[in-house]
T-cell receptor, first 113, second 115 residues
Framework: GEKVEQHESTLSVREGDSAVINCTYT??????FPWYKQEAGKSLHFVID?????DRKQSQRLIVLLDKKAKRFSLHITATQPEDSAIYFC????????????FGSGTQLTVMP | EAAVTQSPRSKVAVTGGKVTLSCHQT?????MYWYRQDTGHGLRLIHY???????EKGDIPDGYKASRPSQENFSLILELASLSQTAVYFC??????????????FGPGTRLLVL
């Protein structure tokens, strides 16, 4: 089955700088890659996703890049703000038809003033 | 209005006791999921369901049962709670969107402590 590895367990940036979180996956047939944000003590909520028919997607300050050859996708947060501080999870959807999402282990992003 | 709710929000259970976690969604979604989150780990899928009266095993089903009596409700049952089941449990719901998009909507979580 699919495996998702999230490379940075922690990441610290200065306010206003960009943050990049990288994930790799194993199943070449995977076609859907969402990102979730978990603020301290709270639940997860969806922030952005990308499908395999494109290699870039942007939503305001969030950019997702997908490199299907390398089986790698990344979340770029531009002009970071303190409220971006949270744990970010990448995920990939199983291609077997179960619609199951396989999650990475999470990246704790801290935006320092 | 919160679309996925969980009860209880926290619980202390004794080893060997029975624990039932409940989840209710108003999203009209077919799919519902139970995950556990442990410190330093991502989310691991325990059970899921895509239709009422049917459940499927996820990646870590041992020690857990699930029940989906209706589209809106999905329960997770620990028949004999163990120390290793101390964790935060999240319920989620989703539907299958255009192109297979599977955006999941999460409940607030249940913090379970087994003593």
């Amino acid at each position: 089955g699919e495996k998702v590895e999230q490379h940075e367990s922690t990441l610290s940036v200065r306010e206003g700088d960009s943050a990049v979180i990288n994930c790799t996956y194993t199943d070449t047939a995977s076609s859907y890659f969402p990102w979730y944000k978990q603020e301290a003590g709270k639940s997860l909520h969806f922030v952005i996703d990308i499908r395999s028919n494109v290699d870039r997607k942007q939503s305001q300050r969030l950019i997702v890049l997908l490199d299907k050859k390398a089986k790698r996708f990344s979340l770029h947060i531009t002009a970071t703000q303190p409220e971006d501080s949270a744990i970010y999870f990448c995920a990939a959807r199983e291609s077997s038809g179960s619609w199951q999402l396989i999650f990475g282990s999470g990246t704790q992003l801290t935006v320092m003033p | 209005e919160a679309a996925v709710t969980q009860s209880p929000r926290s619980k202390v259970a004794v080893t060997g006791g029975k624990v039932t976690l409940s989840c209710h969604q108003t999203n009209n979604h077919d799919y519902m999921y139970w995950y556990r989150q442990d410190t330093g780990h991502g989310l691991r899928l325990i059970h899921y369901s895509y239709v009422a009266d049917s459940t499927e095993k996820g990646d870590i089903p041992d020690g857990y049962k699930a029940s989906r009596p209706s589209q809106e409700n999905f329960s997770l049952i620990l028949e004999l709670a163990s120390l290793s089941q101390t964790a935060v449990y999240f319920c989620a719901s989703s539907d299958v969107g255009t192109g297979g998009a599977n955006t999941q909507y999460f409940g607030p979580g249940t913090r379970l402590l087994v003593l």
